[in-house]
C-alpha cells in the first residue's frame, strides 16, 4: 500500500486537519508512521483520538495492507 | 473448558494490568509488543501478558471485545488504555505511574506474569 493512499484516506476523515503526514518505515508499504494534527481531536482523550485514526484506516488495518501502524495525533486548541 | 472469549475477558477483568502482545517477555515477536512491555515495566507496572500468536482466533475475538485492531493492547483494572504509542506517550508525560497509583495503590506489586490460553 503507497503512503499517499493512507494519506488520501486520513485527508477524507480530517477534512480541517492542519498537518496530515504518512511514512513508510521500512519502505515495504505496510509499516506506517501517522500524524494527524486536527481540531477533531480537540479535547478528546489520547485513545478516543487514536480510535478516529483507526476507524479512518478500518479497511487496510481489517484486510493486512497495514501491518504496523504508529499514531501521534494532535488537537490545535 | 472456557471459551477463548471468556477467557479473554476474564485477563482483562480480573488482572490488574494486562498486555496482550506478540510472542512473551522472554521473547518479544514485535517491536510495538517491545514498546508497550518497556513502558509498563519502566512505570513500575505489574504485567500479566498473553500472547496472541499462538492462533489467529485471538486477536479476533479480542478486537471484537476492545474494539481496538491492533496489537498490542494494555488494559490497566479492565479499561483499554490503548496500544503502543499511547501507553509510551503516558509514561514519558508521568500519566501512566499516575493512572496506576489510582488504579492499584501506590504499593502495588511489580511482578511479571505470562498467561496462556486454552485454544479449544
Known sequence: MEAEAIRALLAGAFPDAAEVDVVDRTGGGDHFQVTVTSPAFDGLSLIDQHRLVNDALAEPLRDGSIHELRIKTKGTA | ?120
Open chain 2, 1 to 120: 473448558m472456557k471459551t477463548l472469549h471468556e477467557q479473554i475477558t476474564d485477563v482483562i477483568a480480573e488482572e490488574p494490568v494486562a498486555l496482550f502482545m506478540k510472542g512473551t517477555p522472554q521473547m518479544v515477536m514485535c517491536g510495538n509488543s517491545l514498546r508497550a512491555l518497556q513502558a509498563l515495566h519502566g512505570a513500575g507496572a505489574p504485567i500479566t501478558t498473553v500472547d496472541i500468536l499462538p492462533d489467529p482466533r485471538i486477536r479476533q475475538e479480542l478486537s471484537a471485545i476492545s474494539g481496538w485492531p491492533t496489537i498490542p493492547q494494555v488494559f490497566v483494572k479492565g479499561e483499554l488504555i490503548g496500544g503502543a504509542d499511547i501507553t509510551e506517550e503516558l509514561y514519558a508525560s508521568g500519566e501512566l505511574q499516575a493512572k496506576l497509583d489510582e488504579a492499584l495503590g501506590s504499593e502495588h506489586s511489580q511482578e511479571v506474569k505470562v498467561v496462556t490460553l486454552e485454544l479449544g
